[in-house]
């Protein structure tokens, strides 16, 4: 994944965690609906000033929209492939990701 591209998925990630709709995210940050679509897909990249909106509108520190501030970064092919899941993940509506919940949960137990 680029960098864009984990940005967006993060990004989808706390949008929807803080029960946001695109729409919503985009008036509280002065932007477009199609600019928050953009970026949540990594087609463009947001300015440093939208990155602390964002930020601050959904109460997580910058660097977490960029994958940063884990204690456990995987690295090599494991991280890419825990990224790439994730990635996908994060495009899922809440029952999709309840049902690949489940799925996983049953493949590792």
């Known amino acids: 994944m680029t960098l864009r591209e984990i940005f967006g998925s993060n ?8 029960g946001l709709k695109q729409h919503e995210l985009a008036e509280r ?3 477009s609906l199609a600019t928050i679509g953009k970026i949540e897909r990594g087609e463009a990249a947001p ?4 990155i602390e909106k964002i930020a601050a509108a959904l109460a997580v520190p910058a660097a ?3 994958g940063g501030g884990t204690d456990d ?9 825990l ?6 993940l ?3 509506n809440d029952d999709a990701l309840a049902r690949a919940s489940r799925v ?6």
């Open 11 to 18: 990004l989808r990630h706390y949008r929807k965690a803080h």
């Open 29 to 31: 940050l002065g932007v």
């Open 47 to 50: 300015s440093f000033d939208t």
């Open 64 to 66: 977490a929209l960029f």
């Open 73 to 81: 970064p995987a690295a090599g092919e494991r991280g890419r492939l």
């Open 83 to 88: 990224q790439r899941v994730l990635g996908q």
């Open 90 to 92: 994060s495009k899922l």
């Open 104 to 109: 996983i949960r049953a493949m590792t137990e």
